[in-house]
């Protein structure tokens, strides 16, 4: 059973910067595709940031493109999000994700699995 616990989340300020880590356990991690999803309070869970299993395919929701990034260490069963220059519409849960695939994709239907998530709160 694979299980996802994410951290990092925190509280911080319009500007500043924020680093996400979310360990991954119970089953090969080089045979998942990760990603990293934000829900904030009355919306969906969208989109932010995925990687494929070797860390060379990368893609990123347009409105974090440029700040954030996103990648893996696979010695350490460990992907991060690292988020600069935070807006306060980044106030959000985030959630990281595993599916088992080569290749990464955007939706999170497709995702097996989700960590239990990590508040980000950016005040103004």
């Known amino acids: 059973q694979v299980q996802l616990v994410e951290s990092g989340g925190g509280l911080v300020q319009a500007g500043d910067s924020l680093t996400l880590a979310c360990t991954f356990s119970?089953?090969?991690?080089?045979?998942?595709?990760m990603s990293w999803f934000r829900q904030a309070p009355g919306e969906e869970r969208k989109f932010v940031a995925g990687?494929?299993?070797?860390?060379?395919?990368?893609l990123y929701a347009d409105s974090v493109k440029g700040r954030f990034t996103i990648s893996r260490d696979n010695t350490k069963n460990t992907a991060y999000l690292r988020m600069s220059t935070l807006k306060p519409e980044g106030t959000a849960v985030y959630y990281c994700?595993?599916?088992?695939?080569?290749?990464?994709?955007?939706?999170?239907?497709?995702?097996?699995?989700w960590g239990q998530g990590t508040q980000v709160t950016v005040s103004s």
């Open positions: 990687i494929n299993w070797n860390g060379d395919t990368t």
């Open positions: 994700a595993a599916l088992v695939s080569v290749v990464v994709v955007r939706g999170a239907d497709e995702y097996d699995y």
């Open positions: 119970g089953r090969s991690f080089v045979s998942y595709a």
